[in-house]
């Protein structure tokens, strides 16, 4: 066929209602208000009659003609053509990492490829590619079979003009967030703050490492200074993103196999410094029948229900001697009776050296407090340590959830470890580590859950902490009282409303500026997350790396979540500046002289308002903070409904306040009137 109809046979990309409302920075009402209205808004090009999709050429045409195309930032229309493509997401994804790679490692190919026909270059693009994954991902490489037809060469420019603006690879970690964000339940994601944890028990001196179930490679992605990494995953398309991924991240070798690592173990003679890995939980279709006679069971065959366990010593089959393996494990793999003499054995052999539990929350499922489990490939000839290391991190999330905890989690974890590794004890700490005998260990149960074997903590601190928080909620409760709002009162000439604007209308008219949060930058500023506005609590977020100077807030900045539907705006304070907005975060500038940002946070917060500028996805509600609308009043009259708005606020801090320290003290009583420390007189 030739080349031209070839080309002609594919679709264009196509944008549903929602994206052409992003693309336009309108409401989704106002894109079905152009289809009744205005007969030469595009046709459907396909979906469903409920949920239609159009031509992405032909809505950008016709939005620009009407000029009512918004300035959509470069990252998003490179978004929307990822999104839009007729292959799919993960196709374009593939297709931009390659050419991408070779923006990074072979530039001037590039430059000299761009500067052709989108025919020519797709045929010039081919051969370079080819050798640039040669040399970066090896001989067998996972992307073997890249398509570059002709009609994919406008997108691998826009990602070329996008890696430009950002880097190569901070443009491929947007566009590959921007996927996964999209398809929460196609993945299962190790978050960033658990890969560093694992990475970090791995330790600096670790140059090859392997993830044998590596998903999209966060977990190798956050391995310092490694020069092979090796990648395998049963999703052939999670390998290949997986290969881009961590070569555009810099690695110099990348080895990547798409298969089952139980069944069709890819890299099944090498062996690495360490393994990073976050396994399928529960499966039972493992391959226990076939694999009966397999090498790998060297602590013992694993049975049908304990797939971890197989993954565990799949690992150690992989480490040379003395290397480390850090595995994500489900709670229950520490405890079942079937898998109890193979718990013995990497006990008895020295292989299983710590096994930490993590707060709830820290990966899917969230609401299971998962372990870590850290192992060693013992040498033949060396002693097995005499005791395990157990943590339970559990009691560092107890007040303020699993956000603010992580710093807390990253300290003591590591440290502890580094002691154990170094000496083979640490000192105890009541509730949160030991290191306990193996022989202590070795009954019936061979239980590992690490809070069963730790010594309890003292209740809330003991009797006298529990005497200071009791002190303080009194004072809470009594500046409460204080703060109460005085009896409401009703209009005395009746209600009488005020003519409104939007937000919009204010931005347009330079009365404040409007900015969507990013969470990401470059330096190390803290980031200030959805939660964190939600609770009024200070920034507990990190920065994700981009090559942009990040936003930071400023005293009088109004921060309003997108999504979740509540009616919620802060007002940045003096310890809440210079954060960064995090992702799903709306910030607003007020211009002093024409708005007070208490007056404008309080109208944001009705809720009639927020009903009215919020829309409805299948799973989230989604706030349009541009429809949101406020009165237009002198600056004087808004400064007086700012003060009783700033009031409230502070009330409300004070009951919540209240309400951890009542908590606080309720736990701690029961606490300590059920270990002794506390008498019931």
């Known amino acids: 066929m030739p080349e031209e109809n070839a080309a002609a046979e594919v679709t264009a990309a196509e944008v549903t209602a929602a994206e052409v409302a992003r693309l336009a920075g309108v409401g989704r009402a106002a894109v079905s208000n152009w289809r009744r209205r205005h007969a030469d808004f595009p046709k459907p090009v396909g979906g469903t009659e409920t949920s239609p999709s159009f031509s992405l050429d032909e809505v950008e045409h016709w939005l620009r003609a009407q000029g009512k195309l918004a300035e959509v930032p470069l990252r998003e229309r490179v978004w929307q053509q990822i999104a839009g493509h007729p292959g799919g997401a993960v196709t374009a994804l593939v297709q931009a990492g390659g050419a991408l790679l070779v923006v990074r490692d072979r530039p001037a190919d590039w430059l000299e490829a761009a500067a052709v026909s989108d025919a020519r270059m797709a045929t010039l693009l081919r051969p370079v590619l080819d050798q640039v994954l040669g040399a970066r991902l090896g001989p067998d490489h996972a992307l073997a079979e890249i398509p570059l037809p002709p009609t994919a060469v406008p997108l691998l420019r826009a990602a070329a003009e996008l890696a430009a603006e950002l880097g190569a690879r901070q443009a491929f970690e947007f566009l590959l967030g921007r996927h996964l964000d999209a398809n929460p339940r196609q993945y299962t994601l190790t978050p960033d703050g658990l890969a560093g944890l694992m990475a970090a028990l791995v330790g600096p001196a670790a140059r090859t490492v392997l993830d044998p179930a590596c998903g999209t490679g966060t977990l190798l992605r956050a391995v310092r200074g490694a020069t092979t990494l090796y990648a395998q995953d049963s999703a052939p398309e999670l390998a290949a993103l997986a290969a881009l991924r961590l070569a555009l991240n810099g690695t110099p070798q990348v080895r990547a196999a798409a298969d089952d690592s139980l069944r069709a173990d890819a890299f099944a003679q090498d062996t690495v410094d360490a393994v990073l890995c976050h396994p399928p939980f529960n499966e039972r279709g493992w391959g226990h029948e076939e694999l009966a006679y397999d090498p790998r069971w060297e602590y013992g065959f694993p049975a049908r229900t304990e797939s971890e366990l197989a993954w565990v010593q799949h690992a150690l089959a992989h480490l040379r001697e003395g290397g480390t393996a850090v595995l994500l494990m489900p709670p229950a793999v520490a405890a079942r009776r079937s898998g109890r003499r193979i718990r013995a054995d990497l006990l008895r052999r020295g292989a299983l050296r710590a096994v930490v539990a993590l707060p709830a929350g820290a990966a899917p499922p969230y609401g299971i407090p998962l372990h870590l489990w850290v192992l060693r490939r013992p040498a033949p000839q060396a002693a097995p340590p005499a005791g395990l290391l157990l943590i339970d991190t559990a009691a560092l999330a107890a007040d303020d959830g699993l956000r603010s905890a992580w710093p807390a989690v990253h300290e003591a974890v590591p440290a502890a470890w580094s002691a154990y590794d170094r000496t083979g004890s640490v000192t105890p700490t009541p509730g949160v ?156 500038r007020p211009d002093p002289d024409a708005l007070d940002p208490w007056f404008l946070a309080g109208f944001l917060r009705g809720t009639a308002n927020t009903r009215r500028a919020s829309s409805h996805a299948s799973t989230a509600t989604r706030l349009d903070v541009r429809r949101l609308q406020l009165p237009r009043l002198p600056l004087t009259q808004q400064q007086s409904y700012g003060q009783r708005f700033q009031a409230l606020a502070e009330f409300e801090d004070a009951l919540r306040l209240a309400a951890r320290l009542g908590e606080h003290l309720v736990q701690g009583f029961h606490d300590g009137l059920s270990d002794g420390t506390v008498t019931p007189e």
Do not use: N
């Open 433 to 588: 580590s030991r290191v306990v005998p193996v022989i202590e260990l070795l009954d019936d149960d061979v239980d590992l859950t690490p809070a069963r074997h730790l010594p309890p903590p003292t209740a809330a601190g003991g009797p006298a902490e529990l005497t200071a928080v009791r002190e303080r909620l009194g004072e809470t409760l009594g500046r409460a009282a204080r703060l109460t709002p005085p009896a409401a009162a009703a209009p005395a000439g009746g209600t009488v409303r005020p003519p409104m604007t939007t937000v919009g209308e204010l931005a347009r008219a330079g009365a404040l500026e409007l900015h969507t949060g990013t969470g990401g930058g470059t330096g190390s500023a803290p980031v200030l997350t959805e939660q964190d506005v939600y609770v009024g609590g200070g920034p507990t977020g990190t920065l994700a790396p981009t090559a942009d100077e990040p936003l930071l807030t400023t005293p009088g900045d109004v921060l309003v979540p997108l999504v979740g539907g509540a009616a919620v705006a802060r007002v940045v304070d003096e310890t809440t500046a210079g954060a960064v907005p995090g992702r799903g975060l709306a910030l607003l």
